[in-house]
């Protein structure tokens, strides 16, 4: 007999529900797994055959664990007769045993996204199209976007070649007839494939569908917020000859759209099952009430949703602590200080998180914890200087700088492409090896090499060494500075013209993380310029960033318990006793592309909602005044969504907090001046003021990119007039105040 005591109240209705449809809505932290796993062992334990339970899930993880607890409250022998298991496994099982009825072998293998993307760059080329305006990544989520939506490719054709022709890819339609076509010709399925040929297995044969739905009495579907409308479909399918479907989710953390979810599957469930039950999971057993308050003010100014009122088992708690920082600069000191001081009491490494909504965010938040010497990690993604993107980058850095860096020279020969393909590269090779040279040796002065390549691809050689040569003669400019020769680098190489024409949610990360490596360089050259006024070169910051980059790549291989950063959309399902959600910044977060609509907007709430609900104990979020973007120092607006949550719930501070081991410097008094004097060495040239630049000693200045100081000494005059700065977060500056970007603080 199963043991329904341990659930509370709510739980347990839910878990006893197996006569009328059902939707349960689980708040974050509500014990939705178990509830499912509860339910299903409670119909186990009635006697219902494993076989006519079909449990359905998002990933394979929550599908094993699942089992796993199921086994142990009924046994192996009832939880391996189970149908349960991912969307995909289970549409597989069922379409290898109907397979003929949609026209497939039994034995039909399936493409990953990756066999997917290179077949249709396949067919992009069959077709003698242009692979850069019909870009693999991009006409592979078309086609993926069309399947979700069971949309076929003659509907498609009708529906989108007028949009198509618009946006100049008037071909779209025909290669996706031409990818159909070839997958079943060659008897394999794509992953959107076991969707659709489930769907159309059951439209098809109403027979089929009727004895798979009479086999399932019982169905039940985890994460239903984030179902997309041909799964809403299948189980529209299956669940209409008296059967009992029981959907668990929280439209409050449906943030797939991206993906293809739909959050009317969730917010309509009751009016395709108008007899369905409501269950609400409002007890949050993970965080602390002023967490769960935050999160619940924010949320409820979403008008599409299912109302309802979390609340926590816990403690009151702290409130939710927003820091304001001047700069990005200065946001990721404050951030690393107060982790600094969490892991200084004790808190565990991997219990500390840090949340943006992109991963370009990161890279400012990693060169700060590695300064630190913080052990810490990426989760779900690389470190930023080890992604492909900014490593394809510098290696266009080293090679203008180097040309005889062999490894740099192989990797962006052909990238991005201009037809020189790997027989072209090994022959250049071959070449080098026989004659003891470089790549690049031979690659400049191919008429003095016997290399044995074709006039036309001899000719395209030319064309990039060409554009090297060229690129190393604007670089050995001693006045043309890293960052100037990175936006030439990324202009005359085509980098920035192939980012910007995709529209693939992967490219568009790829480009947002290359224009923040073009703000890193603009900003590590405004500083430098600033403070002894050299023009940092492009070998120069080779030089720099070089470490780093070694730094955080050992630092990805550590095994200890270390800090964690990551995209929000990577921290659902998870949870932590510390976290910061940084870049509260309209236009950041709520991230905003092209166009901004209610429905984008109630998404990007959602996804705050999801990460405040990541945090047990603590919980902090920032915002910056100003950013770098696109080299330059913008203004920025605090995010709307911190005006969204109540204020009752909110520690605000007033300015910008000192980090770990720093205290705010403030208007120094006459006595606190003779101090910091004495505590320096004495420069003949030291006053108390520069008139040239109207500041004196403890005036307290307002820097672009460092924030709020307190001015401890002036020295030199002129051009060369010094001041140094005490900052009240980023510690002590020297300025030229020649370059210097400040303003009198009030």
């Not at 979810?261 to 099952?273: E, G, M, Q, V, W």
């Not at 492409?417 to 690049?440: M, N, Q, Y």
Request: proline share 3%; net charge neutral.
């Amino acid at each position: 007999m199963i043991d329904l005591d341990s659930l509370n109240e709510n739980q347990r209705a839910a878990v006893e529900c197996i006569d009328v449809p059902s939707l349960v809505v689980a708040g974050a932290g509500s014990g939705k797994t178990r509830v499912l796993t509860y339910k299903i062992a409670y119909l186990l334990d009635r006697h219902i055959d494993p076989a006519s339970i079909l449990a359905l899930t998002f990933t394979k993880k929550a599908a094993n664990e699942m089992k796993e607890r199921i086994a142990s409250m009924v046994g192996h022998q009832l939880a391996r007769r189970l149908w349960m298991g991912t969307f995909h496994s289970v549409f597989m099982r069922i379409l290898q045993t109907e397979h003929e009825l949609v026209g497939f072998p039994r034995n039909f293998t399936i493409y990953d996204n990756t066999d997917s993307r290179n077949l249709v760059k396949a067919l992009v080329k069959e077709m003698g199209l242009d692979d850069k305006q019909y870009k693999p990544g991009d006409v592979f989520a078309r086609i993926s976007n069309a399947k979700n939506a069971l949309i076929s490719p003659s509907e498609y054709a009708a529906k989108m070649m007028e949009h198509d022709r618009s946006t100049g890819k008037p071909s779209l339609a025909k290669i996706y007839k031409a990818y159909w076509d070839r997958c079943r010709q060659c008897g394999v399925m794509d992953f959107d494939d076991l969707l659709v040929y489930t769907y159309l297995l059951f439209h098809n044969n109403p027979e089929v569908c009727r004895r798979y739905a009479e086999m399932f009495r019982y169905i039940l579907v985890d994460e239903y917020q984030d179902t997309n409308f041909a799964q809403h479909k299948i189980m529209t399918q299956l669940s209409q000859q008296g059967n009992v479907i029981c959907v668990v989710g929280d439209d409050a953390q449906s943030i797939y759209s991206f993906r293809g979810a739909k959050i009317d599957n969730i917010l309509s469930f009751t009016k395709l099952y108008p007899n369905a039950k409501i269950f609400k999971l409002e007890q949050n057993y993970r965080s602390t009430q002023s967490i769960v308050s935050a999160a619940n003010s924010l949320i409820k100014k979403n008008l599409r949703q299912i109302p309802k009122d979390t609340y926590s088992c816990g403690e009151t708690g702290q409130k939710l602590q927003l820091i304001r920082a001047y700069t990005d600069l200065e946001e990721a000191v404050i951030v690393v200080g107060k982790i600094k001081n969490l892991l200084a009491a004790g808190e565990p490494a991997n219990e500390i998180t840090i949340l943006y909504r992109t991963n370009s965010q990161s890279r400012v938040f990693e060169e700060e914890l590695v300064k630190n010497n913080v052990p810490h990690k990426v989760y779900g993604g690389m470190s930023f200087y080890q992604r492909k993107e900014i490593k394809d980058v510098m290696a266009y850095f080293r090679l203008v700088c180097n040309p005889n860096d062999e490894e740099a020279f192989k990797r962006v020969i052909n990238y991005p492409k201009r037809g020189i393909g790997d027989t072209t590269v090994g022959r250049i090779s071959a070449e080098a090896l026989r004659r003891g040279v470089s790549l690049w040796q031979v690659a400049s002065d191919l008429s003095a090499y016997d290399t044995g390549i074709s006039p036309s691809s001899a000719a395209k050689v030319k064309v990039f060494a060409s554009l090297i040569e060229r690129l190393q003669g604007e670089a050995a400019g001693a006045d043309v500075s890293a960052a100037d020769m990175t936006d030439r680098i990324l202009q005359q190489t085509g980098i920035k013209r192939e980012l910007a024409a995709s529209t693939d949610i992967e490219d568009i990360s790829k480009r947002e993380n290359v224009e923040e490596l073009y703000n890193a360089i603009a900003s590590y050259c405004q500083e430098q310029q600033e403070e002894s006024g050299r023009v940092v070169t492009l070998n120069d910051y080779l030089a720099e960033v070089s470490l780093l980059s070694d730094i955080t790549e050992t630092q990805d291989d550590a095994v200890a318990p270390r800090v964690n950063l990551m995209t929000i959309h990577a921290a659902k399902g998870l949870e932590f006793a510390d976290v910061f959600i940084v870049g509260l910044e309209d236009g950041l977060f709520p991230y905003v592309m092209d166009y901004e609509t209610p429905p984008a907007i109630e998404e990007e709430r959602r996804l705050c909602y999801v990460a405040i609900t990541r945090a047990k104990r603590r919980c902090y979020l920032s915002y910056t005044l100003s950013r770098f973007r696109f080299g330059k120092m913008e203004a920025c607006r605090p995010s709307r969504f911190i005006a969204d949550i109540d204020s009752r719930y909110i520690q605000s501070s007033a300015s910008a907090a000192p980090a770990a081991g720093r205290r705010p410097v403030v208007a120094a008094s006459p006595a606190t001046l003779q101090r910091i004097r004495q505590s320096e060495t004495p420069s003949a040239a030291t006053r108390d003021y520069s008139p040239e630049y109207g500041v004196r000693v403890g005036d307290r200045i307002r820097h672009e990119r460092f924030g709020l100081g307190t001015i401890t000494r002036i020295e030199d005059t002129g051009d060369s007039t010094r001041a140094h700065v005490e900052f009240d977060n980023v510690g002590s500056k020297q300025l030229l105040l020649k370059y210097a970007k400040f303003t009198k603080a009030d």
